[in-house]
């Protein structure tokens, strides 16, 4: 049984540029959620992703964009990256949006942004 | 808002030592507890959890009590291995609906030495 998968698994950009990554949602898992984790630093949410709607945002900007599937994967969009932007981004999936289910994370996309 | 802190790292101990990662949570109602652990080059695996008050999570050797007088949801092994050697982030997903994101603190980065 695949787990979360991530692609791609490195990226380098250039400021004002945009970027898309992708995941994909353990076998029987129907919600998707995006964190980034800077370096040192604990993950921090981004959005989740349920029924092919944005469920809940953090403190993110508006170029911080996502969309899901009818498959349940999903994208992370950045527009106009900034050397800030550079950053593990983590996608999580789990069955449901409740509190108490465990999130399962994927290996993570490297973007560094020059 | 809901946050998490965790003891500073990076913390160094030999093999078959005892551990403690200290964290404790601000948080609304009752939010579930969790561990999670990275490995290098990895993404994050969940490494225990506790849904309740005085509920005792427990994985490999690892536990934390959900203690709620103290706010407070401590990592301990009695006797750490080489492979333990990772970093451990504290989180706490927040309790009532509409409340599906993970809060992380900032990671403890332990190294185990032969």
């Known amino acids: 049984d695949a787990g979360v998968t991530q692609s791609p698994t490195h990226l380098i950009k250039t400021r004002g540029q945009q970027v898309t990554l992708r995941c994909s949602p353990k076998s029987g898992h129907d919600t998707v959620s995006w964190y980034q984790q800077a370096l040192g630093q604990g993950p921090q949410f981004i959005f989740q992703?349920?029924?092919?709607?944005?469920?809940q945002r953090g403190n993110f900007p508006d170029r911080f964009s996502g969309h899901q599937f009818p498959n349940y994967s999903s994208e992370l969009n950045v527009n106009a990256l900034l050397l800030g932007d550079s950053a593990l981004y983590l996608c999580a999936s789990s069955l449901g949006t409740g509190s108490y289910n465990e999130q399962f994370f994927g290996p993570g996309t490297r973007l560094t942004v020059l | 808002g809901d946050s998490v802190t965790q003891m500073e790292g990076p913390v160094t101990l030999s093999e078959e030592a005892f551990l403690t990662i200290n964290c404790t949570y601000t948080a609304t109602g009752y939010p579930s507890l969790f561990w999670y652990v990275q490995y290098p080059g990895e993404g994050l695996q969940l490494l225990l959890k506790?849904?309740?008050?005085?509920d005792k999570g427990s994985n490999k050797g690892f536990e934390a009590t959900y203690r709620k007088e103290t706010t407070s949801f401590h990592l301990e092994k009695g006797s750490v291995q080489v492979s333990d050697s990772a970093v451990y982030f504290c989180a706490l997903s927040a309790s009532g609906a509409g409340s599906y994101q993970l809060t992380f603190g900032k990671g403890t980065k332990l190294s185990v030495i032969p």
């Open positions: 992703y349920y029924e092919e709607e944005e469920r």
């Open positions: 506790a849904t309740k008050a005085d």
